[in-house]
């Protein structure tokens, strides 16, 4: 493994990422496939020899190596999903059924034995209710190979979703338990557990300039449009009814709007998009192939006259980067928000950000994003006029975004709370004798 030289006194150090969602397309239905495919890359380049466990994509390889060696796809399921062609949850429960009794296993007798014998020390990190399962069985085998003290383990939850199928008190004997903000914190004391928060973190190549060429393009394809754009899943927790019924409203007040929305495969589009329907909005819905800014744009061009266009596509970060700094409002205006990753990523690129009042611990209200208070659509409307009619405040709020967001990289993530939190985690292992100033020689790339 090639270790960049300050990283030198983690180099026997594994991380195992274990998630449903990753890096594929076909595995990634929400913010959880960010997480994990910017967690992981961070971990690679770092320095850090990273596996990422994930339901992949049954037509690509079940093992791949990339970033010279030092991360390690493992897709995991893949004789399940060739039969669920729908993406990462379609058949999940077998799926669940074949990870829980083949994962742990694998791992033990494939990678946890075979480093552990050569001095290295692990770190497992796993993701969301699916994972609780695989993470006991795992930590009772672990002591049954007289193996868990060289293994620190961690469990996330970036939702509440599935936490009635978590054992939690059977969980927490298996692993420190995490969450991304201080509201799901707040929420996991309900079960009886008191989480670490280590919130969500970005890859630094959200901060990279946009192709001037797209951008271009794009500003000129929505000229003279208030342009509203929307990322999440078809859910009515993400107030789509409420970005709706804000569009409707400003056609009403002839400010010529243009809704753009990617929502995921949940039934609740239907009920969405038959109120814009009856609000007598223009619906158009457009597909693209590829991951470049120009089939998206290619892709839209016919259907610029509509209200909302609906995407059916995936996009990518190439897209949802150009997406997200032209549109004159990102609308991830979550009722119930764990913690908003869509809006951190709009304040990267220097967009601006209409978010919830809930998890978005990243974002200070008239400073650097808009948090909405309600689920009144004139909310919305308020703000939005008030950011076309004031290009200063727009002007401020877009380098504010940015600036705030840089502390948010997955490597300040990793240097800050990560990396400290395994050192307090069991004082008995050598990673824990690394003296403090060790964790200031990893680079921060945004200082």
Request: proline share 4%; aromatic share 10%; net charge neutral.
């Given at each position: ?28 239905a ?53 039969y ?31 480093l ?17 399962t ?18 620190r ?23 420190v ?27 630094a190549t959200?901060?990279?300039?946009l ?16 342009v509203l ?27 010529r709007?243009?809704f ?38 290619q ?41 908003g ?16 009042s809930?998890?978005?611990?990243y974002?200070t ?7 909405l ?8 409307v ?48 050598p ?14 790339p945004?200082?």
């Open positions: 493994m090639k270790v960049v030289e300050s990283h030198k006194p983690f180099a026997n150090v594994t991380f195992l990422i274990l998630s449903l969602e990753g890096p594929d397309p076909y595995s990634h929400g913010g959880l496939g960010s997480r994990v495919d910017g967690l992981s890359k961070a971990l690679s380049k770092m320095g850090f020899d990273t596996h990422l466990f994930f339901i992949g994509d049954p037509n690509r390889p079940g093992y791949e190596v990339i970033n010279d060696g030092t991360m390690h796809l493992h897709r995991w399921c893949q004789w399940i999903s060739r669920h062609p729908a993406g990462v949850y379609d058949g999940e429960e077998a799926k669940l059924n074949d990870w829980n009794s083949s994962l742990p296993y694998w791992m033990v007798s494939n990678i946890i034995s075979e552990t014998s050569s001095g290295s020390e692990l770190v497992v990190m796993a993701e969301e209710w699916q994972t609780a695989s993470v006991a069985l795992l930590h009772d085998l672990l002591i049954k190979n007289n193996l868990r003290k060289h293994v383990i961690l469990w996330n939850a970036n939702n509440i979703f599935g936490f009635n199928r978590v054992a939690w008190d059977v969980l927490s004997q298996a692993a338990l995490t969450t991304v903000s201080r509201y799901m914190k707040h929420a996991m004391w309900n079960h009886g557990v008191d989480a670490r928060v280590i919130p969500n973190g970005i890859s959200w901060f990279a300039p192709d001037a060429k797209n951008k271009e393009q794009l500003i000129s394809l929505f000229s003279d449009r208030a754009i929307k990322v999440a899943r078809w859910d009515p927790d993400k107030r789509w009814n409420m970005a709706v019924d804000a569009v409707a409203e400003l056609k009403r007040l002839g400010l709007p243009l753009l929305a990617r929502g995921g495969i949940e039934d609740h589009q239907h009920e969405v998009t038959t109120r814009a329907e009856q609000h007598g909005l223009k619906i158009a819905y457009v597909k693209w192939i590829g991951p470049e800014t120009k089939a998206l744009i892709a839209i061009w016919p259907s610029i006259e509509a209200d909302v266009i609906i995407l059916e596509s995936y996009l990518s970060e190439q897209q949802r980067r150009a997406l997200f700094y032209v549109g004159d409002a990102v609308l991830a205006n979550s009722g119930i928000e764990p913690f990753l869509v809006g951190l990523e709009t304040m990267a690129v220097g967009g601006i950000a209409f978010v919830g809930t998890g978005e611990d974002a209200n008239g400073y650097d994003a808009i948090s208070q309600t689920n009144d659509p004139r909310e919305i308020h703000h939005l006029k008030l950011v076309k009619s004031s290009p200063n405040f727009g002007k401020k709020l877009r380098l504010n975004a940015k600036n705030s967001a840089k502390r948010y990289t997955w490597e300040a993530i990793i240097d800050r709370l990560l990396l400290p939190y395994l050192i307090e985690m069991n004082v008995d292992v990673l824990s004798q690394l003296a403090e100033a060790k964790l200031k020689q990893i680079p921060r945004f200082a």
